[in-house]
């Protein structure tokens, strides 16, 4: 039998940014794809050893950071600004990873999301960079979607 054909990794290059109701551009970074689940220590009364059993306790989610070129597009401001007027305005949206041909592989799926920070660009009269703008969204669930 022929061995296993070798699985390489798959690059970071290629993704794009999903958010319900916002056609926002291309993005250089995504970080924040994670989640944490709290550890509770609990000790029966009757065990017969000083020992501690561990118990699954609340998870939580990071929040999705992502950072693009600043552009004319004022989307993602609007939807800061909604909530910093009082306005809950809650969307899913997906950050896709796709192969060199732009066909979809992985996919990381959050719901309940909304804007809890948003940072226009540094600007620095000596350096020679693009405006980056970086906004951050809290949420309330991820999910990895494999092939």
């Avoid at 944490?36 to 050893?49: I, M």
């Avoid at 950071?65 to 009082?86: F, N, P």
């Avoid at 969307?91 to 992985?106: C, F, P, Q, T």
Wanted: glycine share 10%; charged share 25%.
């Amino acid at each position: 039998m022929p061995p296993k054909a070798r699985e390489h990794p798959y690059t970071g290059l290629h993704f794009r940014v999903e958010i319900d109701g916002i056609a926002a551009a291309s993005f250089a970074a995504v970080t924040g794809l994670g989640s944490e689940t709290a550890v509770v220590e609990y000790r029966t009364g009757d065990a017969p050893l000083n020992l501690t059993r561990k118990l699954p306790g609340l998870t939580k989610y990071s929040n999705i950071v992502l950072k693009r070129g600043y552009t004319r597009d004022a989307s993602l401001w609007q939807w800061r600004k909604a909530i910093v007027e009082g306005t809950v305005d809650r969307r899913n949206g997906a950050i896709v990873l796709m192969d060199e041909s732009g066909n979809d592989i992985l996919r990381w799926a959050f719901r309940n999301g909304w804007p809890c920070k948003l940072e226009g660009p540094a600007l620095d009269a000596d350096a020679n960079e693009v405006a980056i703008e970086t906004i951050e969204i809290a949420h309330e669930g991820l999910e990895f979607i494999g092939e």
